[in-house]
């Protein structure tokens, strides 16, 4: 195998992989340490090296139904094992699918996803992820809510898009630890309406005491810790 070593090399932090720049010979990547595919069939027969990469986003047709993270080729590219902030950005995906990349990456804190969807039958609850902050974007049920406390013990930050959910945030708010031994202890609700705001103050200071809890307005989202 030969490789490649430019004069000039590559000094951004971050690289978008794609079918640009198509080489037989293996490249390295020595400063890259955030990942963005686009495509998982760019993978195939890629020569592209990154050996320092902790950061992984994937985009668009990047569906994990093929498991293709499992392959080898994949593996030669980057380590998955070295991922510690891993953000799929590609729509509702089965809660499974993102459970199994999550076995391929163990050392992921940070988990950004686009949708999930929950089946009757998920897999027995997993005590081994790492998982300490979660972002959803779309729609999160209560029950969906309660699922994700279960499935990442270790949380400490939950973040929810409230712009994409009708969800009233009542709803929440027993669902909070407030009092249980999970370590979350801070939410985000992003996008939220003013009026939805004002509604949510009066509401924790009608059920909690104020020692209880601290909360920062920054224009349309609300940060809460207990």
């Known amino acids: 195998m030969e490789f490649v070593y430019s004069t000039q090399p590559y000094r951004r932090k971050y690289f978008i992989l794609s079918n640009s720049l198509l080489t037989d010979k293996t490249v390295i ?16 027969n890629c020569c592209k090296r990154f050996p320092y990469v902790n950061k992984l986003t994937l985009n668009q047709h990047c569906s994990l139904h093929s498991k293709w993270y499992a392959s080898d080729e994949c593996h030669s590219i980057f380590p998955l094992t070295q991922i510690t902030q891993l ?22 804190h940070t988990l950004t996803v686009s949708g999930i969807k929950l089946s009757i039958e998920e897999r027995q609850i997993s005590t081994q992820n790492q998982i300490k902050q979660f972002t959803i974007f779309d729609f999160c049920s209560v029950q969906m809510f309660k699922f994700l406390m279960d499935y990442f013990p270790r949380m400490l930050h939950f ?22 031994p999970h370590p979350l202890s801070s939410l985000t609700l992003q996008k939220m309406e003013e009026k939805k705001i004002d509604k949510l103050k009066t509401s924790l200071e009608s059920k909690l005491s104020p020692n209880q809890y601290s909360i920062d307005i920054i224009n349309d989202i609300f940060y809460l810790w207990w």
């Open 87 to 108: 953000d799929i950005l590609i729509g509702y995906q089965n809660f499974a699918e993102i459970d199994d990349l999550l076995h391929w990456m163990p050392n992921v």
């Open 29 to 44: 990547f020595n400063s890259v340490r955030h990942l963005i595919i686009y495509d998982k069939r760019i993978l195939k």
């Open 159 to 180: 973040t929810l898009n409230m712009h994409s959910s009708s969800l009233a945030f009542d709803e929440f708010l027993p669902s909070l630890p407030l009092t249980s």
